[in-house]
């Protein structure tokens, strides 16, 4: 397991920064190259779609664990 990795992101023309274990960072990747799109672009998608009381981190995490999970379902 690796420990959480800071990595700057461009959010709505605002940078910031954003830590998470290598596996979340490496399967945002993937569904960055899937999709044709960059992380920022995730990022943002990920920033405008999430309930206020949840941190972007978290909000991060929870997208790759349901993309992953709606797979596995065949979803």
């Known amino acids: 397991m690796s420990r959480p990795r800071k990595h700057s992101l461009t959010i709505g023309?605002?940078?910031?920064?954003?830590?998470?274990?290598?596996d979340f960072w490496a399967g945002l990747r993937e569904i960055a190259v899937e999709?044709?799109?960059?992380?920022n672009e995730i990022a943002t998608e990920i920033d405008a779609a999430r309930d206020r009381e949840t941190?972007?981190?978290t909000a991060m995490r929870l997208f790759v664990?349901?993309?992953?999970?709606?797979r596995?379902?065949?979803?």
């Open 55 to 57: 941190g972007l981190a």
């Open 65 to 70: 664990l349901r993309h992953y999970r709606d």
């Open 35 to 39: 999709r044709g799109q960059g992380i």
């Open 13 to 22: 023309g605002h940078r910031t920064s954003v830590s998470l274990e290598d």
């Open 72 to 75: 596995a379902m065949g979803l």
